[in-house]
């Protein structure tokens, strides 16, 4: 499965990652070139993207989490706005409701399935 971007996400992320250079930035940039872009017309509204609210299951955890991916910027713990820089948010991005899949995380192999995407 590869990651689905909208076109002025992707302009975004590639700006994002073109101008630091962090490890993270470094896995940001692995998964854009990994992903499929596609016009901002085309882009599904279940599909996980920036700004996105997410709930997903961690199968290592059973419990369903919910998160909103933001730019690092906009990153409040508090209120569940988890920067794109983050591991779990460059886990999530790209994929739709429903899907699957198994992620390479800092601390081990993860399992995760998205249960519902919320895109404004």
């Given at each position: 499965?590869?990651?689905?971007?909208?076109?002025?996400?992707?302009?975004?992320?590639?700006?994002?990652?073109?101008?630091?250079?962090?490890?993270?930035?470094?896995?940001l940039?692995?998964?854009?070139?990994?992903?499929?872009?596609?016009?901002?017309?085309?882009?599904?509204?279940?599909i996980?993207?920036?700004?996105?609210?997410?709930?997903?299951?961690?199968?290592?955890?059973?419990?369903?989490?919910q998160?909103?991916?933001?730019?690092?910027?906009?990153?409040?713990?508090?209120?569940?706005?988890?920067?794109?820089?983050?591991?779990?948010?460059?886990?999530?991005?790209?994929?739709?409701?429903?899907?699957?899949?198994?992620?390479?995380?800092?601390?081990?192999?993860?399992?995760?399935?998205?249960?519902?995407?919320?895109?404004?």
């Amino acid at each position: 499965m590869k990651p689905i971007f909208s076109e002025s996400v992707y302009k975004i992320l590639y700006t994002l990652v073109t101008q630091q250079k962090s490890t993270d930035v470094k896995q940001l940039g692995a998964e854009l070139l990994n992903g499929v872009v596609v016009d901002d017309k085309a882009f599904k509204k279940d599909i996980v993207s920036l700004n996105s609210i997410v709930q997903f299951i961690d199968e290592s955890i059973s419990q369903p989490i919910q998160i909103q991916i933001v730019l690092p910027e906009e990153m409040d713990l508090k209120k569940r706005k988890i920067s794109i820089l983050a591991p779990i948010s460059i886990a999530l991005i790209g994929f739709k409701e429903g899907e699957r899949f198994t992620r390479q995380m800092p601390h081990g192999t993860k399992k995760f399935q998205i249960i519902k995407v919320i895109n404004e």
